[in-house]
Nanobody
């Protein structure tokens, strides 16, 4: 069983930065693409960023390109989301998700992910 635990959320002023972490248990972390999604109040959950199992490939939602950076440390079974130049519209619950082993396609689709964390709240004040 794979378990994901996010941390690093909080309250920050617009223009500030936060780094989210997602610690993953289980031996298959290095075989899985990892994604970050977010859900704002009253909205559907949306894709934010993804990183392949080898870290050679990444992709981002247009809304966060140039501001957010996804990375991973396979030795620590952890994936990160560095968020800079935060905006009030970035306010949401952020979730990390573990993809199916050795797959890196349709990663903007929630159904491509096997496991999800419980989420961490990010609030950006104006």
């Amino acid at each position: 069983q794979v378990q994901l635990v996010e941390s690093g959320g909080g309250l920050v002023q617009a223009g500030g930065s936060l780094r989210l972490s997602c610690a993953v248990s289980g031996p298959t972390f290095s075989r899985r693409a990892m994604g970050w999604f977010r859900q704002a109040p009253g909205k559907e959950r949306e894709f934010v960023a993804v990183i392949s199992w080898s870290a050679r490939s990444t992709d981002y939602a247009d809304a966060v390109k140039g501001r957010f950076t996804i990375s991973r440390d396979n030795a620590k079974n952890t994936v990160y989301l560095q968020m800079n130049s935060l905006k009030p519209e970035d306010t949401a619950v952020y979730y990390c998700a573990a993809g199916r082993p050795f797959r890196y396609s349709d990663y903007k689709t929630e159904g491509e992910y096997d496991y999800w964390g419980q989420g961490t709240q990010v609030t950006v004040s104006s």
